[in-house]
């Protein structure tokens, strides 16, 4: 029986990551969410820059070097906002403890044949919020929730909150055939 996803604010997201790396260094609890966007984040935290998305893999996900393999729920194409989440929470965890390496995220959104013909518009709807991130409404809401949670942050301020417009990594849609 696999675990149900289920949407985490990102208010909730935010001050959870933060309250456990400030606590210990890690982000263990966060590596065994249902959330999508915190197993990332723990995944980023630990060295992972790649974020191999596909459905053959284990939901909870497993760590190889800077390769990160995890399925994304049922749908595999899952909501383009715990993609969105994921990146604002890697980049504002990256400035606050010094990770390096966030301009370098990649995501593999491995889909089979068949579903990529029956979703392409999820998958270059993906593509373009990434791409594009200020212009997403889950972009926003990420912006204003880091805003009116500074006193959260040591090095994070308003000027680099601002700064982050897109997403300065890639992302590809990979298809398998059926």
């Not at 675990?3 to 982000?27: C, H, R, W």
């Not at 972009?139 to 417009?165: G, N, P, Q």
């Not at 897109?166 to 992302?171: C, L, T």
Request: charged share 25%; glycine share 4%.
């Amino acid at each position: 029986m696999t675990k149900k996803s289920m949407i985490v604010p990102f208010q909730t997201m935010l001050q959870e990551a933060l309250s456990e790396y400030a606590s210990n260094g890690d982000l263990k609890k966060a590596a065994k969410s249902t959330s999508m966007a915190m197993r990332m984040a723990a995944a980023f935290i630990h060295g992972a820059r790649v974020f191999d998305i596909d459905p053959s893999y284990t939901e909870m996900g497993e760590l190889d070097g800077e390769v990160f393999r995890m399925a994304d729920g049922d749908s595999l194409m899952t909501e383009t906002d715990d993609y969105i989440k994921a990146w604002f929470l890697m980049e504002l965890l990256a400035k606050e403890y010094d990770i390096p390496g966030a301009e370098r995220i990649t995501i593999h959104v491995n889909v089979s044949g068949e579903k990529a013909k029956n979703q392409p518009r999820m998958m270059n709807e993906l593509v373009a919020a990434m791409a594009n991130a200020s212009k997403n409404d889950t972009w926003k809401k990420c912006r204003c929730v880091a805003l009116d949670h500074l006193e959260w942050f040591k090095k994070v301020d308003s000027m680099y909150i601002y700064s982050l417009t897109h997403f300065n990594g890639s992302v590809q849609c990979l298809s398998t055939p059926a």
